[in-house]
């Protein structure tokens, strides 16, 4: 299956959670907006990372498929979060994915009753479709606010 393979070839069905990391948990950059809003975006990333991850582990397939073609749109701004957020975090280039996580204090996984996960996988593909998951536009939108 496509999903399979993307999610293969990215390393996240086994990425791991942390980076070697001497930092401590950093406080979301409420007197830096663009910060502020990249750490937003970032979180808004993760949780469909894992909603996608969670219907990709229950067999609902057209979900997972519908996040990697919505990381494929949005690859160039996911990379620039990562930058942003890994040298605000780290003072580096290349951190982990998880270990931005971390330091957002976001959570490692979902707790959905199966009925609603259910319904968020089956309604994944059309939700990425809404511009509300443009993250370039969705960064426009918050810096204005």
């Known amino acids: 299956m496509k999903w399979r393979f993307f ?11 942390h980076a070697e990391e001497s930092a401590t948990p950093g406080e979301y950059a409420f007197n830096q907006p663009e910060i502020l809003a990249d750490q937003r975006l970032w ?3 993760h949780g469909v990372r894992l909603l996608a991850l969670a219907c990709a582990r229950t067999g609902q ?3 997972a498929e519908a996040w990697v073609d919505w990381q494929e749109r949005e690859i160039g701004e996911l ?14 280039e290349d951190v982990l994915p998880g270990s931005i996580s971390a330091m957002l204090g976001l959570k490692q996984s979902l707790d959905l009753a199966p009925e609603a996960l259910v319904t968020a996988c089956t ?8 511009p509300r998951y443009d993250l370039k536009l969705r960064r426009e939108e918050l810096l204005k606010k």
């Open 7 to 17: 999610l293969g070839c990215l390393g996240l069905l086994a990425l791991p959670l």
């Open 43 to 45: 979180g808004i990333a």
């Open 61 to 63: 397939g057209e979900a």
């Open 79 to 92: 990379a620039r979060l990562r930058g942003v957020l890994a040298r605000h975090y780290f003072q580096q």
């Open 123 to 130: 309604t994944l593909a059309e939700a990425l479709a809404q």
